[in-house]
């Protein structure tokens, strides 16, 4: 099976001088191009009182350019059904879009246009500032949303991982149109630019494309800031209680620091992970606190590798009465995690589950962009989904508990919890 | 596309289509049974009843069906809605054989074990509690009560909270006995495999379940709308909303297909991507009037294809410092707009040509296929999905100017308001 996978065989990388790196797999017998990449332009460098300025600045790219106006470039876009749009991460800005094979050039013309001559205009601005206030707004009243937001404060105070991306109402409210443009210029270049193209097109005309549409883009002066922020360190449990009026159901998260995925330790912490809440509906967690305990409607983990080390967290939505059994049994699980060696038929169990997995995962054209894009940013190789299967299988159930002590320490976590008043 | 056809004696219908982009298959059974076979006292029931069967049965303990599922690399799950129960499995296409064992076992041998229906009723009522923090489920409860005074679409799947609480075992059993049978439900393969080989494997493991009587029929249709129907709703939050909800043809309606290119015009193409989020549509009328308007700050419109009647649904989340009546007053001049004005040549082929597109793009994910074939023949038949895009593509001007007359007048409509606590008595 794994000889069908994308291989250095199978995919073209290319580097263009000016930084663009290029990675095209065909996929045949598909109707569609999918389109996909990022740039080094996230809110890593923004001030705490600009949180939300990359987002902002991301989202005004497609909202009117030299040659297009916002109308124009939704109506060129939507008319032969293809879609494209930004969004910002920490680290990254990524982009993702979809057309008939057909339009591929349309979706590189406009993505393009978007990344090198975007306009800024003032009512767009002022209609997307507008849009993400409300969202904000939103997002007050979103245990969900809440739960998340203050755990990430919790974790990383005075650190980019700890603030909102979307920012928020004060400071989104006090960015001016010279900001995002300020943004623009001092981040966006195609050094450090990835853009993968999957789909019904051979790779010489995709690489032509692309070099058509981003090859004569020139940044002056600009250095992606590619920077990893420093690993914070625990010293004692955090809690932080969000009270939201009207709501019947509490959220929570509860967790620790985590580790980059260059980390020597990643492969187990993510064979830990999806024993502890991730297999077969949400592992040991879905197993103890969802079907033994009947206490939420979901409960899983989620280990957030990313450039730097992001968090390692436990999720659960709960009625309110039963917020602190949930943490008990989320806490139970953890220990076990730590104190006991996990049986080898768990762990053989999990490893079958993320080998396995991977022809799912390779289906869509969107699947296989989103592996390219893994691989480049992580520095993996063309030849990581042939090694894949080795990697995971060569943790050990020593390993997944040496990551477990490491990490999860059940007496010191941050803990967030969003709700009605208790 | 060739889709074969074929019913098992035990009356099972039986959809397999060939998909071989990638090496892998996905396997549906779709049940003929949702809340809208639920009646007042045991709403809720169908949702549930699919929970119970991930509960286990002697072939398959409790929790088994995930972690076997997991280890084999594949995904499943269940869902509920108003018209349907069904349950599937993706897996890698050699490994695809599990996916038929596991759900002749579910249609056939659950066990709906007593304690299991009790600790359940708890994570139930957390879904509910779930959906009950979102405005805009409670928005969409209050307007579909209002619309429909009749027809079981009354109420949400989750079901109301009175019959959470005292849904008992017995009654969650006697579901299963009356709507779990082959003769009420359709088996649906779609991806790497040999259509022939794969029908002899339904035939040997779903072959030997008895058809059971055949289900009550659901014989209460909602009597025409006589006037528009308006709901206020106060809750939490600062931020408002508005929904309207027009009365629109079921799926097997020749209407259907006109709506549907109205809508995209008005609201934009609906995205056929079970798992992932609609396209944005900016181009659509109403994203012009309300959301670039500085009205509302986004706003979305569905036409489900349904088995009965049911509604196009268009919601907004109104901007700060906007009203819901302001929002609605610029809607109402679109809707006129429609009503007084052919749509133009080029919205209507753009139209087809961006359903076209999503349709194109459902089928790169064979789960995607698999819940498009499956959710068509529940709600009309093979030859709806089969048709689908020759029968967008054959709409013409004048059918899009007749069905807005028919479905998109105010008398036809419920309008409903959500106001934030704080704000409503200003805006009142």
């Known amino acids: 099976m794994s000889s069908s996978f994308p291989s250095p065989e199978t995919i073209t990388r290319v580097e263009l001088p000016n930084g663009v790196t290029v990675l095209v797999y065909e996929t045949f017998g598909s109707p569609s191009v999918v389109l996909s990449g990022y740039l080094w332009a996230g809110a890593l460098s923004e001030t705490p009182a600009q949180a939300g300025l990359a987002g902002f600045t991301s989202g005004m790219l497609l909202r009117g350019t030299e040659t297009r106006?916002?109308?124009?470039?939704?109506?060129?876009?939507?008319?032969?059904g293809a879609r494209l749009g930004f969004r910002s991460g920490v680290h990254t800005v990524g982009f993702g879009g979809k057309a008939l094979a057909e339009d591929l050039d349309l979706l590189l013309d406009i993505l393009a246009d978007g990344l090198q001559q975007p306009t800024?205009?003032?009512?767009?601005?002022?209609?997307?500032?507008?849009?993400?206030?409300t969202n904000l707004e939103r997002r007050a009243h979103d245990t969900r949303r809440m739960a998340s937001l203050a755990f990430n404060e919790l974790l990383y105070p005075d650190h980019p991982y700890g603030r909102s991306v979307s920012g928020y109402l004060e400071t989104v409210s006090a960015l001016g149109r010279e900001e995002l443009v300020g943004y623009y210029r001092a981040h966006y270049a195609p050094q450090g630019l990835v853009i993968a193209v999957v789909g019904a097109v051979s790779p010489q005309t995709a690489v032509e494309r692309v070099r058509a549409a981003l090859g004569d883009w020139q940044s002056h002066g600009v250095t992606p800031n590619r920077s990893a922020p420093p690993p914070v360190h625990l010293a004692e449990a955090r809690r932080?209680?969000?009270?939201?009026?009207?709501?019947?159901?509490?959220?929570?998260?509860?967790?620790?620091?985590?580790?980059a995925r260059s980390d020597t330790d990643y492969m187990a912490a993510r064979l830990a992970n999806t024993i502890l809440g991730v297999f077969g509906m949400m592992g040991?967690?879905?197993?103890?606190?969802?079907?033994?305990?009947?206490l939420a409607y979901y409960v899983y983990s989620q280990l957030e590798a990313g450039y730097g080390a992001g968090p390692w967290t436990a999720i659960a939505g709960v009625n309110p009465a039963n917020v602190q059994q949930a943490i008990d049994g989320i806490l139970q699980e953890v220990r076990r995690l730590r104190d006991e060696p996990v049986p080898a038929e768990e762990l053989a169990d999990s490893q079958a589950f993320l080998t396995g997995s991977m022809p799912l995962r390779l289906e869509t054209n969107e699947g296989v962009a989103a592996t390219l894009l893994d691989m480049e940013r992580y520095d993996l190789g063309l030849d990581y989904l042939l090694r894949y299967a080795d990697l995971v299988n060569a943790v050990t159930v020593g390993d997944v508990q040496a990551v477990a002590q490491k990490y999860l320490n059940p007496e010191v976590y941050a803990l967030a919890v969003a709700g009605p008043e208790a | 596309m060739t889709i074969l056809k074929h019913t098992l004696d035990n009356g099972l219908t039986v959809l397999l289509l060939q998909n071989r982009r990638a090496p892998v298959t996905t396997f549906w059974v779709w049940y003929r049974v949702g809340s809208r076979n639920e009646v007042p006292g045991i709403t809720g029931i169908a949702h549930w009843a699919e929970h119970m069967l991930f509960k286990g049965s002697e072939a398959f303990p409790k929790g088994q069906i995930d972690k076997l599922i997991a280890r084999n690399g594949g995904m499943q799950n269940g869902f509920t809605w108003l018209d349907f129960t069904t349950f599937f499995e993706?897996?890698?296409?050699?490994?695809?054989?599990?996916?038929?064992?596991?759900?002749?076992?579910?249609?056939?041998?659950?066990?709906?074990?007593?304690?299991?229906?009790?600790?359940?009723?708890?994570?139930?009522?957390?879904?509910?509690?779930?959906?009950?923090?979102?405005?805009?489920?409670?928005?969409?409860?209050?307007v579909s009560a209002a619309a429909f005074r009749v027809h079981p679409y009354h109420h949400e799947t989750i079901g109301d909270m009175c019959d959470l609480?005292?849904?008992?075992?017995?009654?969650?059993?006697?579901?299963?006995?009356?709507?779990?049978g082959p003769n009420n439900a359709i088996a649906v393969a779609v991806g790497d495999f040999d259509a022939t080989q794969m029908l002899a494997r339904i035939e040997e493991t779903f072959g030997p379940i008895p058809a059971r009587s055949d289900p009550p029929p659901v014989n209460r249709p909602e009597p025409p709308q006589r006037g528009e129907?308006?709901?206020?709703?106060?809750?939490?939050?600062?931020?408002?909303?508005?929904?309207?909800?027009y009365r629109a043809p079921a799926a097997s309606d020749p209407d259907f297909f006109p709506l549907a290119v109205l809508t995209t015009v008005l609201t934009g193409a609906s995205g056929m991507n079970l798992f992932a989020s609609s396209p944005p549509n900016r181009s659509s009328r109403l994203y012009r009037a309300l959301v670039e308007t500085g009205l509302a700050a986004n706003v979305s419109g569905s036409l489900a294809a349904m088995l009965d009647p049911y509604l196009y649904n268009i919601v907004a989340t109104v901007r700060a410092g906007q009203t819901p009546a302001q929002v609605e007053a610029a809607l109402d001049e679109q809707m006129d707009r429609v009503l007084t004005e052919p749509i133009s040549a080029e919205e209507l082929e753009s139209a087809v040509k961006r359903t076209k597109a999503e349709f194109a793009y459902s089928s790169e994910s064979v789960t995607n296929q698999g819940y498009w074939l499956g959710y068509s023949s529940v709600v009309a038949d093979v030859d709806w999905f089969e048709s689908f895009v020759d029968r967008l593509e054959a709409v013409t001007v004048e059918d899009v100017a007749r069905v807005a007359q028919v479905y998109l007048s105010q008398r036809n409509r419920t309008v409903g308001h959500y106001l934030p606590e704080a704000l409503s008595e200003a805006v009142a």
């Open chain 1, 69 to 80: 106006s916002f109308g124009q470039i939704n109506d060129e876009l939507e008319s032969v």
């Open chain 1, 120 to 133: 800024f205009p003032g009512d767009e601005a002022e209609k997307l500032r507008g849009q993400i206030l």
């Open chain 1, 240 to 259: 932080r209680t969000v009270a939201i009026e009207g709501k019947t159901q509490a959220d929570l998260v509860l967790g620790w620091p985590g580790l």
């Open chain 1, 284 to 294: 040991r967690l879905g197993d103890h606190v969802r079907e033994e305990l009947g």
């Open chain 2, 90 to 142: 993706t897996l890698p296409a050699d490994r695809a054989d599990l996916a038929l064992r596991i759900e002749a076992d579910r249609m056939a041998k659950a066990l709906f074990d007593a304690d299991e229906v009790a600790l359940e009723r708890s994570v139930i009522i957390s879904e509910r509690q779930g959906a009950e923090n979102e405005p805009v489920f409670l928005l969409s409860e209050e």
């Open chain 2, 165 to 180: 609480e005292r849904i008992s075992h017995e009654q969650l059993w006697h579901h299963y006995q009356t709507y779990y």
């Open chain 2, 229 to 245: 129907r308006r709901v206020t709703l106060v809750g939490a939050g600062t931020t408002s909303y508005l929904q309207v909800a």
